[in-house]
Nanobody, 123 residues
Framework: QLQLVESGGGLVQPGGSLRLSCASS????????IGWFRQAPGKEREPVLC????????YYADSVKGRFTISRGNGAKSVYLQMNSLKPEDTGVYFC????????????????WGQGTQVTVSS
């Protein structure tokens, strides 16, 4: 387990922005694919976006294309999810997870998960 911790969630108005962070205090993340998933109330967890160990981004949710981006932080201990032009349907708990090298849209392929951070988009 990589002891992943998400942060940066909160309440934001529609059209606003948030930047989520996924960090490990003990391990560097550069060797892992890091995926972001979200779970809206009453719905199943869905994959959103992932960055592979080689820096390739993969979008799994068409609804976030052009609005969300993923990047790695300096020092390789963090991965960020920049969310712009937020919509009410982006509301949910956002989780980051680690997979070995390659991205996957299957949550079962990820071996380490954070506890999640709540994002609420509402006026």
């Amino acid at each position: 387990q990589l002891q992943l911790v998400e942060s940066g969630g909160g309440l934001v108005q529609p059209g606003g922005s948030l930047r989520l962070s996924c960090a490990s205090s003990k391990y560097t993340l550069e060797s892992y694919a890091i995926g972001w998933f979200r779970q809206a109330p009453g719905k199943e967890r869905e994959p959103v976006l992932c960055i592979s160990s080689t820096g390739v981004d993969t979008y799994y949710a068409d609804s976030v294309k052009g609005r969300f981006t993923i990047s790695r932080g300096n020092g390789a201990k963090s991965v960020y999810l920049q969310m712009n032009s937020l919509k009410p349907e982006d509301t949910g708990v956002y989780f980051c997870a680690a997979d070995t090298f390659y991205c996957s849209d299957n949550a079962g392929d990820y071996f380490s998960w954070g506890q999640g951070t709540q994002v609420t988009v509402s006026s």
